[in-house]
Structures are given as structure tokens and as C-alpha cells.
């Protein structure tokens, strides 16, 4: 799916272009990125894969995250996007461990909800592991609320944790920014 720039006062949403994906690759290697975000791609073979199928994908919108003065942090997906019931699956990462835990995660979900809002969706879930407190503080944040606790099972096992299922109707971003 192809996107438009989604500018807020801290953070422009771009298309994710080929030559961002080095940096992509790069964040995967990082333990917190995998650990809570999942890895997609192993090297740049994989990740131009991964772009090349989510620019044929109408359910698939892959952004990235910018600063304003045009400096690439992180990136956020809009995964399973269900045109019928408008609504898709969030996932961001900000990359670039510099640029955690100073509001820009928060203000990048809030520009993917508006970019959301635009392309005609109504409501945004996602799913985020129990331990990931910066992440679940951003969500809250960002106007997600809790739906349902989902256990992780036997998957414990594997060191997986529970996640919270959380959803975010649109209407509210399109009144919060109008
Ligand atoms: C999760 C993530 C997107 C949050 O973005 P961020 O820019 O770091 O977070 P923000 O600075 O916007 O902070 C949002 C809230 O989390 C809090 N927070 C940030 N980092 C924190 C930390 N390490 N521990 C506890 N709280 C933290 C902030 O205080 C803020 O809370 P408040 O609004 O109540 O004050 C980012 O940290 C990230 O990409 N992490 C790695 C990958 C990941 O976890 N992705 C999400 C998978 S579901």
C-alpha cells in the first residue's frame, strides 16, 4: 500500500524507501528491538523481500519514522489491514536506541493513527508483551485501552511472555488532531 507524509510537530511519517533498510537490518540486531518488536529479517536480502511484499500488499503499510528535520529513528507497520471492518494491526519500533523514552514513540503512534484515520480506517489494535512497560505506557498514552490478557501458555516455556490485546478507535485521533 502506498503512503502519504503524515507530518506531526515531532515526528514525519514517509514512505519506507529501499535505501532506509540498512538501517532496518541494523535495529534487528538490537536485543530490545527483538525481543519485544520480533525479528523479520536476518540480512539486506530479506528485508528487500519484506519490502518488495508489502508494497504489493493492500493489507501491509510499511512507514517510516522520521524527524522533522528528515533523520530516519524508526518505523511502523499497519499489518492485516481488514478494509471490510477498517480496521488493521499497529507494530512500531523506534530503532535508534537514541531516540527512545523521549516522547517520540508516543508521537509517532499517535501520526500512524492519523495516517490510519486518513486511508479510511476506524480502529487500531495490537498486541504487546506484559513486561513492555515503555511500550504500554506509549499505547495508553496514545489513547489504547486493554481488551483481553492473552496467555502465552506452553510458549512460557520458551521464555514468551502473556500480551495484552489493546484497540484504539480512529474518530477519536481524527477529533484529537482535525
Ligand atoms: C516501545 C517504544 C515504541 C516506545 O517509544 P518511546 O519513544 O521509547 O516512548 P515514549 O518516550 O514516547 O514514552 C511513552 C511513555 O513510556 C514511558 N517510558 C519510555 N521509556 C520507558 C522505559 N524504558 N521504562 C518505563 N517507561 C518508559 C514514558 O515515560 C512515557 O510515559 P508517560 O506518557 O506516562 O510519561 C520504543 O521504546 C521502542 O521501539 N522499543 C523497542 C521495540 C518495541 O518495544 N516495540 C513495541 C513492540 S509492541
Redesign the pocket.
Given at each position: 500500500m502506498t503512503a502519504t507524509q503524515t507530518r506531526g510537530p515531532r515526528v514525519v511519517l514517509t514512505p519506507l524507501a529501499p535505501s532506509d533498510l540498512p538501517w532496518l537490518v541494523r535495529w534487528e540486531h538490537?536485543p530490545?528491538?527483538a525481543r519485544?518488536?520480533g525479528r523479520r529479517f536476518r540480512d539486506g536480502a530479506e528485508a528487500w523481500a519484506w519490502w518488495r511484499a508489502a508494497q504489493a500488499d493492500r493489507r501491509r503499510a510499511v512507514l517510516a519514522i522520521r524527524t522533522p528535520a528528515g533523520q530516519l529513528i524508526?518505523d511502523v507497520e499497519l499489518v492485516e489491514i481488514n478494509w471490510a471492518r477498517r480496521e488493521a494491526e499497529l507494530?512500531?519500533?523506534?530503532?535508534d536506541r537514541a531516540?527512545?523514552?523521549?516522547?517520540?514513540?508516543?508521537?509517532?503512534?499517535e501520526a500512524a493513527a492519523r495516517y490510519a484515520a486518513g486511508v479510511g480506517l476506524q480502529q487500531l489494535f495490537?498486541?504487546?508483551?506484559v513486561r513492555?512497560?515503555?511500550?504500554l505506557?506509549?499505547y495508553?498514552?496514545a489513547g489504547f485501552r486493554c481488551l483481553a490478557r492473552l496467555r502465552a501458555g506452553r510458549r512460557k516455556a520458551d521464555g514468551l511472555a502473556d500480551m495484552y490485546l489493546m484497540a484504539r478507535p480512529l474518530a477519536q485521533a481524527r477529533a484529537a488532531h482535525g
Open positions: 538490537d530490545e528491538v519485544y518488536a524508526g507494530r512500531i519500533r523506534i530503532g531516540y527512545r523514552g523521549r516522547g517520540l514513540g508516543r508521537a509517532a503512534v495490537l498486541r504487546v508483551d513492555n512497560v515503555a511500550a505506557r506509549c495508553r498514552a
